[in-house]
């Protein structure tokens, strides 16, 4: 009997692409955050385990929760959940001021290879690598009709120089093929329109984050499209083989790989043709299966885990810390009770009063609003009293007082903060 599990918070999309197949048989219940009517069990922000719990079918023992936590908030409460917690941390280093906090609290945490190592440098060693990007459902459908593979090179992804820079001198070197070939760079499509591209396309060029197997790699060779992935990648190997079903580049032979290509159809299209027959058997029903086989493997070593961690307390400046920067980087999901729990604490210390005021919208965001910042100074204004080496409250002020007009106090504040910097340096827990 394959084991039974729950798994969120997660939303309807999610279900019907990735984990329908385990649904379909019984062994799993998805659960999203309140308000997603297409799902069967409610996560409320401020219930606990045992009104969780309730919901479920009398006949449905789950043995483990699988934690979905790139860009959501996590209630607090399901930390007390008496079965083992696994964590997906997909996006690490995207999540890296939330999931440091919160991924001691899994039982067993799935990242990718990369993830894994700096995890274990952490001190985080319930560690185990899993690819959490399985091909989903809309893939493994054949299209009504095939489409003229007109776009020589394609490229779909980000190029916002914060936080994908590493992939601007690559783009700028496609983008020189264009005299000759058909070069299409973009971003921002998504579903039909998205895979629509993908199978007009010769060449995907795709650049991992972090050195892993991505979403992509998969995508574009279920499409048919020849993919070309980075030497450096650390993953791919396990998924595709290369020179045959996909093309590895490096700093020196990129444009010189795409010329010989696209100037040999027989060859792309051989190519093609196997990348595309390997990636549909990589569906994310086979690859989930394989790490469930492993969580089943170690189930009494992650109970044992899961009963010492539901009884034991959380830090009340880390839970504080945590829950806000969940918020901050959350997609979906709120934290509803996060300022009035804040406001009950008696005596707030420099980084209680910091994280009030982040949790006010204080912290630099491009949705903090005037009124947010005006009701966030205060409290960056009383943490510097009590600590005035915290710089972070410092920038925050700042940002908080351009926000509201008032630009000359925010002058002077910055210059302060140098002051600060110059003679004492930046103290290392404000680092995040």
Same mark, same amino acid.
């Given at each position: 009997m394959p084991i039974p599990f729950l798994v969120g918070p997660i939303n309807g999309e999610s279900v019907s692409q990735q984990w329908q197949p385990f649904c379909d048989r019984g062994q799993c219940i998805p659960f999203g955050h309140s308000g997603d009517a297409d799902l069967p069990l409610q996560a409320s922000p401020v219930g606990d385990w045992k009104g969780f719990a309730a919901q479920l079918p009398a006949d449905f023992q789950p043995e483990v929760l699988l934690l979905f936590l790139p860009y959501q908030v996590i209630p607090s409460w399901i930390w007390q959940a008496p079965i083992p917690?696994?964590?997906?941390?997909?996006?690490?280093?995207?999540?890296?001021?939330?999931y440091r906090m919160i991924l001691p609290d899994c039982d067993l945490v799935l990242t990718d290879s990369s993830g894994a190592s700096v995890l274990r440098d952490q001190g985080i060693s319930q560690v185990l690598e899993a690819n959490l990007f399985g091909l989903e459902a809309d893939y493994l459908q054949s299209p009504e009709e095939e489409l003229k593979r007109d776009i020589d090179v394609l490229f779909v992804?980000?190029?916002?120089?914060? &936080?994908?820079?590493?992939?601007? +001198?690559?783009?700028?070197?496609?983008?020189?093929?264009?005299?000759?070939?058909?070069? *299409?760079?973009t971003g921002g499509v998504f579903g039909e329109d998205y895979r629509n591209l993908l199978r007009?396309?010769?060449?995907?060029?795709?650049?991992?984050?972090?050195?892993?197997?991505?979403?992509?790699?998969?995508?574009?060779?279920?499409? =048919?499209?020849?993919?070309?992935?980075?030497?450096?990648?650390?993953?791919?190997?396990?998924?595709?083989? +290369?020179?045959?079903?996909?093309?590895? %580049?490096?700093?020196?032979n990129l444009e010189s790989l795409i010329e010989d290509l696209l100037q040999d159809p027989s060859r792309l299209q051989a190519i093609a043709q196997a990348g595309q027959n390997r990636a549909r058997a990589?569906? &994310? $029903?086979?690859?989930?299966?394989? %790490? *469930?086989?492993?969580?089943?493997?170690?189930?009494?070593?992650?109970?044992?885990?899961?009963?010492?961690?539901?009884?034991?307390?959380?830090? $009340?400046?880390?839970?504080?810390?945590?829950?806000?920067?969940?918020?901050?980087?959350?997609?979906?999901?709120?934290?509803?009770?996060?300022?009035?729990?804040?406001?009950?604490?008696?005596?707030?210390?420099?980084?209680?009063?910091? #994280?009030?005021?982040?949790?006010?919208?204080?912290? +630099?965001?491009?949705? /903090? /609003? =005037?009124?947010?910042?005006?009701?966030?100074? +205060? &409290? &960056?204004?009383?943490?510097?009293?009590?600590?005035?080496?915290?710089?972070?409250?410092?920038?925050?002020?700042?940002?908080?007082?351009? #926000?509201?007009?008032?630009?000359?106090?925010?002058? =002077? =504040?910055?210059?302060?903060?140098l002051e600060v910097l110059e003679q004492t340096g930046l103290n290392p827990s404000h680092l995040d």
């Open positions: 917690i696994v964590g997906l941390a997909a996006d690490w280093n995207w999540q890296w001021h939330s992804g980000s190029a916002h120089p914060a &936080f994908q820079k590493e992939r601007l +001198p690559w783009l700028g070197r496609l983008a020189r093929l264009s005299s000759r070939w058909n070069v *299409l760079l007009r396309a010769k060449i995907v060029f795709n650049t991992s984050a972090r050195g892993e197997a991505n979403r992509r790699m998969l995508e574009a060779t279920s499409c =048919g499209a020849v993919l070309f992935q980075e030497e450096s990648n650390q993953e791919i190997a396990l998924w595709l083989k +290369p020179g045959s079903e996909h093309v590895l %580049y490096n700093e020196q990589c569906t &994310f $029903e086979s690859i989930t299966s394989r %790490y *469930l086989d492993q969580i089943e493997n170690r189930l009494e070593e992650l109970s044992d885990r899961a009963r010492e961690r539901s009884q034991r307390a959380r830090g $009340e400046v880390a839970s504080f810390r945590a829950r806000t920067w969940q918020v901050l980087g959350a997609a979906s999901g709120s934290d509803p009770t996060l300022l009035h729990d804040l406001a009950q604490i008696q005596e707030l210390d420099a980084e209680l009063l910091f #994280l009030q005021g982040v949790a006010q919208g204080g912290l +630099p965001r491009r949705q /903090t /609003t =005037g009124k947010e910042a005006r009701q966030a100074a +205060p &409290f &960056f204004h009383q943490c510097l009293a009590e600590d005035s080496r915290h710089l972070p409250a410092s920038l925050s002020l700042t940002e908080s007082l351009l #926000l509201v007009g008032e630009d000359q106090l925010a002058a =002077g =504040g910055a210059l302060r903060a």
